[in-house]
């Protein structure tokens, strides 16, 4: 059983219409301008049209801006220091390009850079909690019943509950099950109002402005005869499929034709996230290959003098769409094994040179890898590839495994910056890194490469799972 989305929480189900949410889309633009105005005008900086024209672009960067998921202090940190570390770089690519960073007071600049991300950090924390008082105390929030007291109607209850700036309450649930048979079903989350066919009275009779129908599609004629009776109310209807239920990566809806189909399983990269993961990658494999050239020969050299053999080693592993890629390696064995199979390396691993020890230790065998990032086989962030005899091995025995492969296979990955990193000794291992793969493709953001990268940085001086 794959564990689900691991440190990356993000909400299961979000109503389309959330006032307090969008208020809270404004916050980053703002509290970003309001900063720049301020420092300029502690540093008594006369704000003219260089100013007014930077704010203009900052805006365009940072709005939207997103409300936190998370109730993580350390997560929201993240969140910020990495998007906020993204327009730092937009806008110095700008000045350069432009000539323009000497027509701003440095003083400004740089207590506007420093600033921002702390005053961005108190506000996310503070704002939503403000908003949710001020509307709960207006009267604003709806009110909201589930059709359905299953495992799916809990699940969207609780997150419901879980997320307040949406302004809904949950009033209960309706359902054809007494509570006798579902029990705690709604323990905790709202309870058993009536049965399904009482539910279009209650909404006439009471202020029901939300209702959402969790039941099984395998129930049709029941849904169908119950949005005849709603259609007799002025509540607003969600339909919420079984298929949520299912283990999502990247769940979406579009319409073909006018006919509305919903994405179960796709690939994060698909259009102009695609275009944005691939030139992020070639700028930073780029970037790395020229300055690393030096080290990169001082490695080779290093190989080549503490065992024979080829000074880099190929092994055939499997890459986007489960296709076979070649992945390029430092040579840190006295083997170059690529057969039906393969014994992981392993501490203090007899077939492992000195010199050899040494590279894995700080990943510097995987150097080579990102030739094959500029060749378009791998990318910089990504789920790590396996060798193909240990892929047929894990298809077998955990589910969804091959999931990972939606995604071309990356140097380094969210299984290896929270510690499942080098060996996998027992399968409840691999399976924690799946799960971690899953979550990132479920979840990928720019920012979240950005902050992997950082964080693998920190991990490969400090871990000691590398053998």
């Known amino acids: 059983m794959l564990l689900a989305d691991p440190q990356i929480p ?28 301020l420092c300029a005008a502690l540093f008594r900086v006369r704000v003219d049209r260089a100013y007014l024209i930077l704010a203009l672009i900052v805006f365009s960067l940072t709005f939207p801006g997103g409300a936190p998921q998370t109730a993580s202090a350390g997560a929201l ?5 990495t998007s906020w570390g993204t327009t730092v770089a937009l806008l110095l690519f700008i000045g350069w390009a432009t000539s323009t960073t000497e027509t701003f007071d440095q003083r400004v600049l740089l207590a506007w850079l420093l600033a921002t991300p702390v005053a961005r950090f108190a506000t996310h924390l503070a704002i939503p909690r403000l908003l949710l008082r001020l509307f709960t105390a207006a009267g604003v929030q709806r009110v909201a019943v589930i059709a359905g007291a299953s495992g799916l109607g809990r699940t969207l209850a609780e997150q419901i509950r ?25 323990a905790g989350s709202g309870a058993i109002l009536g049965a399904l066919d009482q539910l279009a009275a209650y909404v006439k009779s009471h202020r029901v402005d939300l209702i959402y129908i969790t039941l099984p599609m395998a129930s049709q004629p029941r849904i169908v005869r119950l949005l005849d009776e709603l259609h007799d109310t002025t509540a607003s209807i969600y339909f919420v499929p079984d298929i949520f239920l299912f283990d999502l990566i990247q769940a979406h809806i579009d319409t073909i034709g006018g006919i509305p189909v919903a994405s179960v399983c796709e690939t994060p990269f698909s259009g102009f996230n695609g275009v944005v993961k691939r030139a992020s990658d070639i700028v930073l494999a780029l970037v790395i290959c020229v300055l690393g050239l030096p080290l990169l020969l001082a490695i080779a050299v290093g190989v080549k003098l503490s065992s024979p053999g080829p000074v880099v080693f190929r ?72 060798a193909v005899a240990h892929s047929e091995m894990y298809r077998r025995l955990i589910k969804g ?9 990356g140097i380094t990955g969210w299984a290896q910056v929270n510690g499942l990193r080098g060996e996998t000794t027992t399968l409840d291992r691999m399976e924690n890194r799946i799960a971690y793969d899953l979550a990132y493709l479920r979840h990928w953001s720019l920012q979240l490469d950005l902050w992997i990268v950082l964080k693998t940085l920190f991990v490969v001086l400090n871990d000691r799972n590398a053998y």
């Open 315 to 386: 092994q055939r592993r499997y890459g986007l769409d489960g296709r076979e890629i070649q992945v390029y390696k430092f040579r840190t064995m006295t083997v170059t094994e690529d057969g039906a199979v393969i014994k992981q390396a392993s501490r203090a691993d007899e077939r492992v040179t000195r010199f050899g020890a040494f590279l894995r230790r700080y990943s510097l065998d995987e150097l080579p890898q990102f030739i094959n990032v500029l060749q378009g086989r791998m990318s910089v962030v990504g789920p790590r590839p396996h």
């Open 401 to 409: 495994y091959m999931i990972r492969h939606k995604v071309r296979p």
């Open 77 to 81: 940190a993240r969140d910020v220091l």
């Open 10 to 37: 993000r909400p299961f189900f979000e109503p389309r219409v959330a006032p307090a949410t969008q208020m809270v889309a404004a916050i980053d633009p703002l509290v970003t301008i309001g900063v720049l105005l």
């Open 162 to 186: 879980g997320n307040p700036l949406l302004g809904i309450r949950v009033a209960g649930f309706f359902d054809d099950r007494g509570p006798a048979r579902t029990g705690d079903a709604a």
